[in-house]
């Protein structure tokens, strides 16, 4: 697929542009001296660009020049004529009002003016927007594409200027990397199948470890075991299965009894044991501190000596030396000793504090009991156990809530543990194909990556390489880098004009990978030429040339001043053949539009 002529139904304000079979320039001229420090000339080569863009059927939106300026544009149709991959010809014609509305005519040889055409004569009439890409993507056949459509690839096919910021993310990419990463591992040799399933996979783990970590936090960390919120749930539903059934009959003395074996059997025999388990840790807290109190070494060697010297007894140094070593180890075992008190201490201490609370209850509820027992009237025995029911029914309500969550935790923790064994499995798929790929110096990113270093070093008389890597989070890193003076790629700004370098040489490189197969080629590169040293500007329209011998068709947009030498003074530079248009800026015919600026 080449361009052949873009041309509109108004050729005394946008005159025809017919692309040259292989490089094709876009000269803007500065005429005026006073123009030649301004940074931007509005003479139309950038937007040149952007009405192919349009043409190849870009998505209608109201920031674009065309809309934006509606009245000045409203009675405009563009067409745009391409050389398909079987050698027939296609013109799509797409007016701007409206510009969801598509032509399309089929011919076997180039039609120059396709506005004199009767209406009967198109083969296909304002088709709807989608249906026209549809249609437009099985015209162009372009198979290593699949599963994507042509649109995808056309953003690098016409790098804008605000496109050189990153040789495989284009400014239009500012999504999620699911949106771009596959379409690029797919374009530059991998297959692209795992690679989408992989960020699909992504996605759905990062939203289950979401989902789990808000209701993780939502029940402030507390891990819920289901089979004991089961058991819990089980009891209350007995429990209040009891007190409806009482309630309905009338009939208390079951309540009674159940109150006074309560009372007895658990309610008392609890306060008793935890009344001695309280005891006891009182005692065991009183020992403890006793023993960190004993917890000294009160013998010193110095007050030993002293004494023995006194006596008249001479103390050696052997012996003192023995004496400071098992006072040592004596420190040592005590202090690992108080360690290990001190933290009995603390358990102890907080125990209590665990078993006042439940005392406090116990004792509440055996208040309750006998308050329940010594009432002899029903009535009021029947409100204490409605009461009674309705916080049961409550405690319930919430045990049911958390079993709910409990088993969506459950969920969610065994999808996610699904989830990040299917994801390991998609990362050892992916690793081994970048693996696979990148030594084989004859698969499509083998070949991809040679072509590229050749352009960089034909033009700077440097190296750089093209590298694929699966990163740490799982995706997939791709990079361009020069290659430093100690033989390791270095990711270290080397200025605008290198990175748009970069940009050129990946896309010429990517290109002629596919020459063996129907694929687009062209690329528009806007202002190719632009803050590159005269020689490597000399040195890059000849990689531009060579290109084109390979069956390419590069297009470049430059301004006068960016030309090495002046044109058709050599073959470093551009001659006039190569220029199929030339803007200047001497009056509005000097525009890509013969009109006011907008």
């Known amino acids: 697929m080449k361009l052949k002529r873009l041309y509109s139904n108004r050729p005394e304000i946008f005159g025809p542009v017919t692309f040259n079979e292989g490089l094709s320039a876009v000269l803007a001229e500065i005429r005026v001296p006073a123009n030649r420090l301004l940074d931007t000339h509005n003479l139309g080569k950038s937007t040149l660009a952007e009405l192919i863009d349009y043409c190849l059927l870009k998505g209608k939106s109201n920031s674009f020049f065309l809309f934006k300026h509606g009245s000045l544009f409203a009675a405009f149709t563009f067409y745009l004529e391409i050389e398909l991959p079987d050698g027939e010809y296609l013109t799509i014609g797409r007016p701007v009002d409206p510009g969801s509305k598509i032509y399309f005519k089929r011919s076997e040889s180039s039609i120059e003016d396709i506005t004199a055409l009767d209406v009967p004569d198109w083969d296909h009439l304002a088709l709807p927007f989608d249906r026209a890409k549809r249609l437009l993507d099985g015209m162009l056949a372009i198979d290593p594409l699949r599963p994507w459509g042509f649109r995808k690839v056309v953003g690098y096919l016409i790098r804008s200027q605000r496109d050189y910021l990153d040789v495989f993310q284009l400014g239009k990419f500012?999504?999620?990397?699911?949106?771009?990463?596959?379409?690029?591992?797919?374009?530059?040799?991998?297959?692209?199948?795992?690679?989408?399933?992989?960020?699909?996979?992504?996605?759905?783990?990062?939203?289950?470890?979401?989902?789990?970590?808000?209701?993780?936090?939502?029940?402030?960390?507390?891990?819920?075991?289901?089979?004991?919120?089961?058991?819990?749930?089980?009891?209350?539903?007995?429990?209040?299965?009891?007190?409806?059934?009482t309630l309905s009959s009338f009939n208390f003395q079951e309540e009674d009894t159940r109150a006074t074996s309560e009372l007895i059997d658990q309610t008392e025999s609890q306060i008793t044991a935890l009344n001695e388990e309280s005891y006891r840790l009182n005692q065991l807290i009183q020992r403890i501190?006793?023993?960190?109190?004993?917890?000294?070494?009160?013998?010193?060697?110095?007050?030993?000596?002293?004494?023995?010297?006194?006596?008249?007894?001479?103390?050696?140094d052997q012996i003192k030396r023995e004496y400071e070593q098992l006072l040592a180890f004596n420190r040592a075992i005590t202090e690992e000793r108080r360690e290990a008190l001190q933290e009995q201490l603390a358990e102890s201490q907080a125990r209590l504090v665990e078993i006042r609370k439940e005392l406090e209850t116990l004792n509440l509820r055996r208040a309750q009991s006998l308050e329940f027992l010594r009432?002899?009237?029903?009535?009021?025995?029947?409100?204490?156990?409605?009461?009674?029911?309705?916080?049961?029914?409550?405690?319930?309500?919430?045990?049911?809530?958390?079993?709910?969550?409990?088993?969506?935790l459950t969920d969610l923790r065994r999808q996610q543990r699904t989830l990040a064994e299917e994801f390991g499995h998609l990362e050892t798929a992916v690793e081994t194909q970048i693996q696979e790929i990148s030594r084989d110096e004859e698969s499509r990113f083998g070949r991809l990556r040679r072509y590229f270093t050749e352009i960089i070093y034909e033009v700077l008389g440097q190296n750089a390489i093209i590298a694929i890597k699966l990163n740490s989070q799982g995706g997939l890193d791709f990079t361009a880098e020069f290659i430093g003076s100690a033989g390791t790629a270095t990711s270290g700004d080397r200025g605008t004009s290198y990175k748009k370098l970069l940009c050129i040489a990946f896309d010429l490189a990517f290109l002629r990978t596919y020459l063996d197969v129907p694929f687009p080629r062209f690329v528009y590169h806007d202002g190719a030429l632009e803050q590159l040293e005269p020689r490597k500007r000399e040195k890059l329209i000849g990689v531009f040339r060579k290109y084109?011998?390979?069956?390419?068709?590069?297009?470049?947009?430059?301004?006068?001043?960016?030309?090495?030498?002046?044109?058709?003074?050599?073959?470093?530079?551009?001659?006039?053949?190569?220029?199929?248009?030339?803007?200047?800026?001497?009056?509005?015919?000097?525009?890509?539009?013969?009109?006011?600026?907008?």
């Open 375 to 408: 009432n002899s009237d029903s009535l009021d025995k029947y409100k204490s156990l409605s009461v009674e029911l309705a916080d049961l029914q409550g405690e319930l309500g919430f045990l049911e809530a958390k079993r709910t969550a409990a088993a969506r």
């Open 174 to 245: 500012s999504g999620k990397h699911q949106d771009w990463k596959p379409f690029v591992a797919q374009l530059i040799g991998m297959e692209s199948g795992p690679v989408v399933e992989l960020y699909q996979k992504k996605e759905e783990l990062n939203a289950t470890t979401a989902d789990l970590a808000t209701l993780t936090r939502e029940w402030s960390g507390e891990d819920v075991d289901p089979s004991v919120l089961d058991g819990l749930i089980s009891v209350k539903r007995r429990d209040i299965d009891a007190k409806t059934a």
């Open 548 to 598: 084109a011998g390979f069956g390419l068709q590069p297009i470049i947009s430059l301004l006068d001043s960016d030309l090495p030498l002046p044109i058709g003074s050599g073959p470093q530079t551009l001659s006039p053949e190569d220029v199929v248009i030339t803007l200047h800026d001497e009056g509005q015919n000097g525009r890509l539009f013969k009109m006011p600026t907008w």
């Open 289 to 316: 501190a006793e023993s960190l109190d004993e917890e000294q070494v009160l013998f010193r060697p110095k007050d030993a000596e002293d004494l023995f010297r006194q006596a008249g007894v001479f103390l050696g």
